[in-house]
C-alpha cells in the first residue's frame, strides 16, 4: 500500500493550496481518508476526514469554512483545497487511509509520507 501525498508549498497569509493523495495498493473505494497535520513541537492532529463513498465529511473546528476534502474514487486520488491559509496553518500534511478515520492512529491503517504546507504573515 502506498499514499502519495503532495501539492505543499509556501504561500503567503490569506492565500490557498491543494493537496494531493494518490493511493495504490488497496481498494480506495473501500476506504475512509482523511488528512491529518503537525506542526512543530506539536502532536499530529487531525485535519478533515471523508466517508468511502465522500458523502459524509467532517471538519476540525479550525480549519471550517477555509478547507474543502474530496475524493475521485475513479483516479484514487484524495484532495484538500485550502483557502484564507493562516500561519497557523503551517505544518506537514498526511494523508491517511482507515476505519475511524478522525481518531485513527500511527499505528493503524495505512499514512503517506507527508507533504510540508508554509504559509507565511
Known amino acids: 500500500v502506498q499514499l502519495q501525498a503532495s501539492g505543499g508549498g509556501l504561500v503567503q497569509a490569506g492565500g490557498s493550496l491543494r493537496l494531493s493523495c494518490a493511493a495504490s495498493?488497496?481498494?480506495?473505494?473501500?476506504?475512509?481518508m482523511g488528512w491529518f497535520r503537525q506542526a512543530p513541537g506539536k502532536k499530529r492532529e487531525f485535519v478533515a476526514g471523508i466517508s468511502w463513498s465522500g458523502i459524509t465529511r467532517h471538519y476540525v473546528d479550525s480549519v471550517k469554512g477555509r478547507f474543502t476534502i474530496s475524493r475521485d474514487n475513479a483516479k484514487k486520488t484524495m484532495y484538500l483545497e485550502m483557502d484564507n491559509l493562516k500561519p497557523e496553518d503551517t505544518a506537514v500534511y498526511y494523508c491517511a487511509a482507515g476505519e475511524n478515520i478522525a481518531v485513527l492512529t500511527t499505528k493503524q491503517g495505512f499514512w503517506g509520507q507527508g507533504t510540508l504546507v508554509t504559509v507565511s504573515s
Open positions: 495498493g488497496l481498494t480506495f473505494s473501500s476506504y475512509n
